[in-house]
């Protein structure tokens, strides 16, 4: 199927690893990102599994120990700030934009098209023709959707495919090292941290810098707090000064103040004195809501779905850059072993619905305990997520949990 085009919606970790292999196999491929300005400066901290480091080696990006920060386990915290418990699992903590950056500079400049939002498509015998907002017009032989867990191609495609909400959002923020106070440098930086709170959960690490540097002084840690809200408090959430809602997602510097005073008041009130300034000195602070996608198709014709367009995970997990270059790579390598564009996506679909259906239900089980309003995980021994067990299953592929039965 050398020669043949693709057109990618949405340019960010599913895209372009589906871009990138798919150039490399010889397809004309042309990748439509909604965002007019650059992504790398966005995003926080993910969990690099060795998984990910294989794919993207596979690229050609080299993978080196300055891609990340080594951390030789998890702790446990109770609500006191004292160590319940502790799991020995080495692992690499990174930045997202240490994956987004060499992705994106390795795909040609020239088909990536910043600023080109996909409204629709229309498929005439085989070709399609996709359309955006600013006019243009594309022809692809197969059209993939990697744009995230709103995304329109799946609007179009699975209109009965909603992304729901689980009540509560995930508070993120980062500080550089250098504003740190040494207590918390000794006693919780270099931890991979779950600090077990009322009703909610924080999880921080240390990250690479800005710079992406991981030399002692110039990193930063990273964290991360579920907390409970209801539907209408995160419409309020949503909106900016100025009355608007950002449905899809409110970027950072648009955030209410009050919103950020009110974060502060509870994290005062609930967490302890050894955790604060991990809120308190963040420099950068965004929400997440936490949102299940589950679909049960993931293939429409010509059109394929991956990443987050086909599957959201909640970050429990920590694996939606992993599945979503996962799915890219199966999509690309089907696309290259089969003989017909027909037979490539029922492969990858076979491949990719059932592990993409386990990470989201895994998803919603670690999260159960905050979307009940539990004040303690273990409060409904049903759910089996001891903090203990909470610490060995998180933020790893849910296939470790299975093989290693967890
Ligand atoms: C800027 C950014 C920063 C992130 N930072 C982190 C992080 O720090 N930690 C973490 O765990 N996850 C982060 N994520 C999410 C993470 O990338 C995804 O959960 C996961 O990797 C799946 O990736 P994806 O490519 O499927 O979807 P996403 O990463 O969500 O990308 C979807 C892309 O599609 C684009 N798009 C949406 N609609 C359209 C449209 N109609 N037309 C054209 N383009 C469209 C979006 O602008 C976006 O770039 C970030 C995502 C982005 C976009």
Same mark, same amino acid.
């Given at each position: 199927m050398n020669g043949r085009r693709a057109v990618i919606v949405g340019g960010s970790i599913g895209g372009l690893f589906a871009g990138n292999m798919l150039v490399q196999q010889g397809w004309k491929v042309d990748i439509l990102e909604?965002?007019?300005?650059?992504?790398?400066s966005r995003g926080t901290g993910i969990a690099r599994h060795l998984e990910l480091e294989q794919l993207l080696k596979r690229l050609g990006i080299v993978v080196d120990n300055t891609v990340g920060i080594d951390v030789s386990g998890r702790t446990a915290f109770d609500r006191n700030g004292e160590i319940i418990v502790e799991y020995n699992l080495p692992q690499r903590l990174g930045a997202w934009n240490r994956v987004f950056e060499p992705l994106f500079e390795k795909f040609p400049r020239e088909h990536y098209h910043n600023g080109s939002e996909f409204t629709g498509m229309e498929t005439t015998d085989v070709v399609t023709k996709v359309q955006t907002a600013n006019g243009q017009d594309f022809e692809a032989d197969v059209v993939i959707g990697a744009d995230g867990f709103s995304s329109t191609v799946r609007e179009l495609v699975a209109p009965g495919v909603k992304p729901t909400y689980g009540g509560y959002v995930a508070w993120r923020g980062v500080s550089g090292e250098e504003n740190l106070t040494v207590e918390f440098l000794t006693s919780i930086f270099s931890h991979y941290a779950f600090l077990f709170l009322p009703k909610s959960l924080l999880i921080g690490y240390p990250m690479a810098g800005s710079n992406g540097s991981v030399t002692i002084g110039k990193r930063r840690y990273n964290y991360l707090w579920y907390y409970p809200t209801t539907e209408e408090n995160l419409k309020k959430l949503l909106t900016d000064n100025e009355g608007?809602?950002?449905?899809n997602g409110i970027p950072? %510097?648009?955030?209410?103040?009050t919103h950020i005073d009110e974060l502060k008041m509870n994290a005062q009130r609930l967490m302890p004195e050894n955790f604060l300034e991990a809120v308190f000195k963040a420099d950068t602070t965004m929400f997440q809501p936490i949102y299940d996608v589950n679909s049960?198709?993931?293939?429409?014709n010509n059109v394929a779905l991956i990443g987050d367009a086909a599957f959201v995970a909640r970050p429990h997990v920590g694996v939606g850059v992993l599945k979503a270059a996962q799915d890219a790579i199966s999509l690309a390598t089907s696309l290259s072993e089969c003989h017909t564009i027909s037979e490539a996506l029922t492969r990858y679909e076979y491949e990719r619905l059932q592990a993409g259906k386990r990470a989201v239900t895994h998803g919603r089980n670690l999260g159960a305990f905050i979307e009940r309003g539990l004040d303690k995980p273990e409060d409904d021994p049903t759910l089996n997520l001891p903090p203990e067990r909470i610490i060995r299953v998180s933020?790893? %592929?849910y296939e470790h949990v299975l093989e290693q039965n967890l």
């Open positions: 909604r965002a007019k300005d650059d992504l790398a608007h809602l950002h449905e950072p %510097p648009l955030i209410q103040r049960d198709r993931i293939v429409f933020g790893r %592929p």
